[in-house]
């Protein structure tokens, strides 16, 4: 029916279709019309031109297959009703819809009206309107036979073939009339316990030891069984109902829900001056965070699991060091990684070399990388939990998932024709309108856009419950407007700071990279915001001189950032440090500490708080113990002492500077940063023109002949299609990325995007992505093929 249709369309109206649905187009180019309708309705194809579509679209699918094949437009609007009748409005909408899918090839009617859906839609849609599965795809597995005693039951003389079972069956039970009257026989007991499961509201545990329910039970799977009320899946195992038979169970007052209207959001007022206030705000705790953690990966990096990614017990620590919460942790490293700021090894997780020019840019533009990172981020990088709920790692490898950004424009654009402030949920229920398969983080089950909204506000593009001006500069594409906007939120790095005799150092606004990493070196952060604070003591300076520094070079160094002479109380303390730091040498024996200084090894040796440790004396400047280095290093340390490893454990975590400190002068040599290009994903087109594709169908020359791969493959396959069996040849050939769906040896069907394909025999040889590995894939269990 959809061949015949497009044979129709003239070659404009063709190359306007190839150019809404563009993916058909991917790959090899498809031979004859008849070949596009089957792209046409690829299950891959049909999901890429209903992901943006609202949600009377979905709705009118769903009620479409409900009401079943042969239905006209005047069935569909009826089943749409509900308390609006057959009035002119709700007609227009029901009919404005259908016109909309048929001039996107995605339904066909006939000449008498009726109207055709593609199979693929019953692998969309398994349950339309949680009825459960149609009576057409329960019966598929059903044998000739067993039809035919269902077909004999009610009253419906034997068929001679599956075609005309089938056909018999579907005719049969595929009006609510029919099934009505045959439901009218049941025995009272039989037909309550039908309604029952049909009810969405109620629920029936199946697995209470009631003699009388499972008795009753048996009699209402043998009744309805026999009358295909109930069909039997899984060699009988389990019955199921099909949609149709739920729907009447429901009643001749059940209608499908149609919302042709986008939902009114709640506006309340809000004072603008007071949102980007707190928009500011934000953005300047984020991007002190984002300095804060990345300065600290610069010193130190950050232990990696075996499988990659950072562990759940390594961001408790960032998050407790960085007095941040774990979405604020995650999401400046998942934008970090995104950047290319982070580079990963077996064992840990450190800066990468674009980390210096990144740190040496303006404040600004560095805020706006991020910006752009995350408007573009093809994921959701505060997503922290599972399906199952349980905790994930951070910078797990993730494909591009066009949804997920798509999700985040749609939401941002519900929220732009808002003149006011909205709740999470006003704004949640309009973008789920607007586009219902949008991709929602698994942890947001309950609370739609819950992590979206989140995040927006972490980064100061929401506030208020209002949309900000950096949300509305990334949704307009204007990078100037945003790099503007940033630049007035975020002043220029501060480039010196005030010590006060209390041991602590003042620097007001952002402090500078070389002031942010010499502080952090030898001190703590105490605050964080419009002025950051630290503070020094006896620990922190002994880090810094763990990471290389000398005392005189930490003090050389100090007075290069000071505004006035450094306090007395702070050049004390880091000579002191500076003096008795590395009297104490820790190597393994088990281990062993050494020191010039015997008066020192005694203090240690009786020391009570150490007694634990088991020191023994084997010469005056040698002490051993039977706890390893790191045990005393740690308690040395909280005994007060400043023990220096001179043997480190092979893979220890190596504390190092990322960059070098600009030399003296060079203050404020802040560089603005390129932002072309940050985190946009290359835009995905076809290689061939629609209106020279559409000319060629409607002039179709002489068919090429296949391939040898495609005849091999075709030997093989068991479930591809001829277009199908086209592409993964093509890609098998010219060496390119496809999608499948494959069927593993325990009956499993997983989505797969495999790429550099080589056909040995039987079998596929292919670097697959999900797994980042070669894998084997047997052509007779791939299932379905989708060009990239």
Not at 121 to 136: C, D, K, N, Q, T
Not at 524 to 552: C, L
């Amino acid at each position: 029916m959809l061949g015949s249709w497009l044979r129709d369309l003239d070659e404009a109206e063709l190359a306007g279709l190839l150019e809404r649905r563009a993916d058909v187009l991917y790959g090899v180019t498809p031979r004859s019309v008849a070949e596009l309708a089957v792209r046409l309705w690829h299950p891959a194809s049909l999901v890429s031109a209903l992901r943006a579509m609202p949600l009377p679209v979905l709705q009118l699918l769903e009620a479409a297959q409900v009401v079943g094949d042969g239905s006209n437009r005047t069935d569909i609007a009826g089943f749409l009703a509900g308390a609006d009748g057959q009035t002119p409005e709700h007609l227009a909408g029901v009919n404005r819809v259908i016109g909309e899918l048929i001039s996107l090839a995605i339904i066909a009617v006939d000449s008498q009206g009726r109207i055709c859906l593609p199979d693929a839609m019953a692998e969309i849609f398994p349950s339309p309107l949680g009825l459960g599965e149609s009576l057409r795809v329960l019966i598929g597995d059903l044998t000739v036979d067993a039809m035919n005693r269902i077909l004999m039951t009610i009253g419906v003389g034997r068929q001679k073939n599956r075609t005309e079972t089938v056909t018999a069956l579907l005719s049969a039970l595929g009006t609510q009339a029919n099934i009505r009257s045959i439901l009218e026989t049941a025995p009272p007991a039989v037909y309550a316990h039908l309604v029952t499961p049909a009810d969405p509201g109620e629920q029936v545990d199946q697995f209470l030891y009631d003699a009388q329910l499972y008795s009753q039970q048996r009699e209402t799977v043998a009744w309805a069984g026999a009358r295909g009320l109930l069909i039997g899946v899984n060699y009988g195992y389990d019955w199921q109902m099909p949609a149709e038979v739920a729907r009447a169970l429901r009643g001749p007052d059940y209608y499908a829900p149609f919302d042709p209207a986008q939902p009114l959001s709640v506006v309340t007022p809000v004072d603008q001056s007071r949102v980007e206030s707190d928009s500011t705000a934000a953005a300047i705790g984020f991007a002190d965070h984002v300095l804060a953690l990345l300065d600290r990966v610069a010193r130190a990096s950050i232990p990696s699991l075996k499988t990659g990614g950072v562990g759940t017990r390594e961001l408790a620590k960032l998050t407790k060091a960085l007095g941040a919460t774990d979405a604020q942790v995650r999401l400046v490293l998942e934008l970090s990684n995104s950047l290319g700021l982070l580079a990963q090894s077996e064992k840990t997780v450190g800066v990468s070399p674009r980390f210096t020019a990144w740190r040496d840019a303006c404040s600004g533009d560095r805020y706006c990388s991020f910006l752009l990172a995350w408007w573009w981020m093809g994921t959701t990088p505060t997503a922290a939990r599972d399906s199952e709920g349980k905790t994930m790692k951070a910078l797990d490898e993730n494909d591009y998932c066009a949804d997920c950004q798509a999700a985040r424009v749609s939401f941002f654009e519900s929220m732009s024709e808002l003149r006011g402030a909205t709740s999470r949920e006003s704004a949640a229920a309009m973008t789920f309108w607007r586009q219902p398969l949008a991709h929602v983080a698994e942890q947001d089950d309950g609370e739609l856009f819950a992590t979206l909204w989140n995040e927006a506000e972490i980064l100061g593009v929401i506030a208020q419950g209002s949309l900000t001006q950096l949300g509305r500069a990334l949704l307009a594409g204007d990078d100037e407007s945003l790099r503007t906007h940033a630049a007035l939120m975020l002043p220029a790095s501060a480039q010196s700071a005030r010590f006060g005799g209390d041991l602590t150092a003042f620097v007001a606004g952002a402090p500078s990279a070389r002031v942010s990493a010499l502080l952090d070196s030898a001190a703590d952060r105490e605050s964080r915001g419009v002025a950051v604070i630290w503070r020094f003591s006896p620990p922190t300076v002994r880090r810094a001189m763990d990471e290389g520094m000398t005392g005189d070079g930490l003090l050389a160094a100090l007075a290069e950032i000071t505004l006035t002479e450094l306090p007395q109380s702070l050049v004390y303390l880091i000579n002191d440090v500076a003096r008795r730091y590395g009297k104490l040498r820790l190597a393994s024996a088990v281990s062993c500490i050494r020191s010039d200084d015997e008066a020192l090894l005694t203090e240690v040796a009786v020391d009570r708080k150490l007694a634990k440790l088991g020191f023994r004396r084997l010469a005056p400047t040698v002490l051993i113990s039977d706890a390893p280095v790191a045990q005393l290093l740690t308690s040395l340390r909280a005994a007060g002492h400043f023990p220096v490893d001179d043997d480190p454990a092979e893979g220890a975590i190596e504390l190092r500077r990322s960059h070098e400190a600009p030399a003296s002068g060079q203050f404020g040599q802040e560089m603005p940063m390129d932002l072309t290009g940050i985190g946009r994903p290359e835009p995905r087109r076809s290689s061939v023109d629609p209106s020279a594709m559409a000319a060629a169908l409607r002039s179709p020359s002489q068919a090429e002949p296949a391939t040898g791969t495609e005849l091999h493959i075709t030997e093989l396959s068991r479930w591809l299609s001829g277009p199908e069996i086209r592409q993964l040849a093509h890609a098998v050939d010219r060496q390119l990325p496809v999608r499948i769906s494959y069927e593993s040896a325990t009956g499993s069907v997983t989505e797969r995007t495999i790429g550099s394909l080589e056909m040995i025999g039987d079998s596929i040889f292919a670097w697959c992505f999900l797994r980042s590995d070669t894998r084997v894939f047997t052509a007779s269990r791939i299932r379905s093929v989708s060009a990239l």
